[in-house]
């Protein structure tokens, strides 16, 4: 079994920064995609950001310029740079790690999820 948990979220002005982390543990081999998500009250869950073992990012338009993705291997970790925070960008962040366990079986794994709310 592996657990995600996330860590970073919480109250912001607007035009303020916030760095999420993300961190798996349990049963991994290795960790393929990791990605962002968020979901606003009424709204689906979209994709805010992802990154490949090559390190190739991508991101939605929405963010793209503010945000900035990463990742440490040795951690598996994933970390969302947050910069020049909008109201539109409150939401639940959730985090995914696509993870191959020692099965070689992949699978992917999502966080439990962080609020951020960008106000004034």
């Known amino acids: 079994q592996v657990q995600l948990v996330e860590s970073g979220g919480g109250l912001v002005q607007p035009g303020g920064s916030l760095r999420l982390s993300c961190t798996a543990s349990g049963a991994i081999f290795s960790v393929h995609s990791m990605g962002w998500y968020r979901q606003a009250p009424g709204k689906q869950r979209e994709l805010v950001a992802d990154i490949n073992r090559g390190r190739d990012r991508k991101y939605a338009d929405a963010v793209s310029g503010r945000f900035t993705i990463s990742r440490d291997d040795a951690k598996n970790t994933v970390y969302l740079q947050m910069n020049s925070l909008k109201p539109e960008d409150t939401a639940v962040y959730f985090c995914?790690?696509?993870?191959?366990?020692?099965?070689?079986?992949?699978?992917?794994?999502w966080g439990q999820g962080t609020q951020v709310t960008v106000s004034s």
């Open positions: 995914k790690q696509e993870v191959a366990d020692y099965g070689m079986v992949l699978n992917d794994y």
